[in-house]
């Protein structure tokens, strides 16, 4: 019996970056965690009171990864599948959603994808599958950032605080913010967009990031490398692709509010060009 779970805490090491300090770390204070009922399961609040929730069916990953947001300040809530994850949203709405791709049951895409029919809840996407294509399926779902499996604590901790960054960012602003375009209206600051017929748009925190950059920087050429600094700073990564996955999905989703509008539009060599004009909405 503790052998075989010596094998899976090994093998759950491994997926989190095995030979970290930070992990090992975790690892040597597993045992002193575990003696203290419910603390990965509440976590201590972080200075900003950012609570995660980790959705991962495997119960040494979970751990591992509880236990490196624990001790890095962030309050925890985790599940083993979708209906866990279901009853703790009854009963809190956390910050952003760690969710694990291969879950029995209903997948991480089936989560992801039901979840942003209704709501902008930042996700986070784990997987053991590495290939673009896995990514790119997982980021047009509807994911803020995708990342495989074995990865580095350093690296999640890095890409949860860019998405939380991401998702508070108009909160520091303190004017109220709204601003018009093609019968749309933006409202920087309680992050929402609403059509001509006054319904919300379904946009994730990263689509909605792109968009805010969009509307402040309208009819101006706005370079790739320029959009990635703006909406994911420092997370980004040399030649990465993400914001064109970015791009064709909050184009899909303005074209299906106002067909024919073509409000963003690509040009060869040099980026992006929001075409519209905006205005500012009292």
């Not at 045992?31 to 509440?42: C, N, V």
């Not at 986070?124 to 294509?133: H, P, W």
Request: glycine content about 8%; overall charge positive; charged content about 25%.
């Amino acid at each position: 019996m503790a052998s075989s779970r010596q094998q899976r805490f090994n093998r759950a090491h491994h997926f989190v970056g095995a030979g970290q300090p930070a992990v090992t770390e975790c690892k040597i204070r597993s045992s002193r965690l575990a003696l203290a009922p419910g603390i990965l399961k509440k976590g201590r609040m972080s200075p900003h009171g950012s609570t995660i929730l980790i959705v991962e069916d495997d119960a040494d990953i979970r751990q591992l990864v509880a236990e490196l947001m624990v001790k890095e300040g962030f309050a925890v809530e985790e599940a083993e599948s979708a209906p866990a994850m279901d009853a703790v949203l009854a009963r809190i709405r956390p910050d952003l959603i760690i969710l694990d791709l291969m879950l029995p049951g209903e997948d991480g895409l089936s989560i992801c994808r039901r979840i942003r029919a209704r709501d902008g809840l930042p996700i986070l996407m784990l997987s053991a599958k590495s290939e673009e294509i896995d990514r790119v399926v997982g980021l047009e779902m509807g994911a803020d950032d995708y990342l495989p499996k074995p990865f580095g604590p350093r690296e999640l901790l890095a890409r949860v605080r860019a998405v939380l960054r991401r998702g508070a960012s108009a909160a520091a602003v303190p004017p109220t913010r709204r601003l018009g375009f093609e019968g749309f209206a933006i409202d920087l600051d309680a992050r929402q967009v609403s059509g001509a017929d006054g319904d919300l748009l379904a946009l994730t925190s990263a689509e909605f990031d792109l968009l805010a950059c969009f509307v402040q920087r309208p009819r101006r050429v706005l370079t790739r490398d320029q959009l990635l600094d703006w909406t994911r700073g420092r997370s980004a990564e040399p030649f990465d692709r993400t914001i064109d996955m970015l791009v064709s999905r909050l184009r899909r989703k303005l074209d299906a509010a106002s067909p024919g509008a073509s409000l963003i539009s690509t040009v060869r060599n040099g980026g992006y060009l929001f075409t519209a004009q905006v205005r500012t909405l009292p």
